[in-house]
């Protein structure tokens, strides 16, 4: 198990690929102390506008802020459940409806410190976390997304 | 720019109505003097919801702003 934890790249340039999950997931295989695994996949919506149907969302972020707040993040949520492994892979650029855009993952030794560590991760990086999604609309035009 | 100034980095929103990612403004002691400054020059910015970071960590209120300080503006964020 890592001892000293240093803040890591979460950004992806466009969508996160079905592949890089499947892989992910592959590589806990050999960590058998792990019971459960709770996953949580941000998917672009194809939202309707005023404007238009939106096609694709061009995310950008300030991207030194976001990692120091990632891994502030990250930190506490380590501290609060007792979890194995913990990931997160958010994108950059454009991605298309359908296209997946924000991978969570955390593992742990029981389900519920998984479960509720991931729901909680999803909550604040949504919050707090320094990136902004400019929603694509199929008529050229575009929207800023505001989170709720 | 000289440690007697004020970076200035904006993003979404904030970035298209100001027409610009980057200002370098002289020094200015606090976020309120810097808010001030900025609706004056951008009138748009008056009706239009945004926060400081200052040195990537947020500014709630009235906060000083340190000699060489990197400001950021950020509007609401919305990623996910």
Not at chain 1, 24 to 38: E, F, M, V
Not at chain 2, 6 to 13: D, P, V
């Amino acid at each position: 198990m890592e001892t000293k934890r240093s803040p890591k790249n979460i950004f992806v340039q466009g969508p996160i690929s079905p592949e890089s999950i499947a892989k992910s997931i592959a590589n806990h295989s050999s960590k058998t102390d792990i019971g459960g695994h709770s996953i949580f996949l941000g998917q672009v919506r194809a939202d309707e506008k005023e404007s238009g149907k939106v096609t694709a969302i061009e995310y950008t972020a300030y991207e030194e802020m976001a990692l120091e707040k990632a891994f502030e993040i990250r930190e506490a949520i380590f501290v609060k459940y007792p979890l194995s492994c913990m990931h997160i892979y958010h994108s950059l650029g454009e991605v298309k409806v359908g296209e997946i855009c924000l991978f969570v993952f955390t593992s742990s030794k029981h389900r519920k410190a998984a479960i509720d560590a991931c729901e909680e991760l999803v909550e604040r990086i949504k919050k707090e976390v320094p990136v902004w999604g400019k929603e694509l609309i199929d008529n050229d035009g575009s929207v800023w997304k505001e989170n709720l | 720019m000289t440690l007697t100034s004020i970076h200035i980095i904006a993003f979404g929103m904030i970035a298209e109505k100001i027409k610009t990612k980057e200002l370098v403004l002289e020094y200015m002691p606090d976020t309120e003097v810097l808010l001030g400054y900025l609706y004056q020059q951008y009138p748009d910015l008056q009706h239009t919801k945004f926060s400081l970071a200052i040195n990537k960590k947020m500014a709630v209120g009235k906060t000083a702003i340190p000699v060489g300080a990197e400001v950021a503006l950020l509007p609401p964020f919305s990623g996910g």
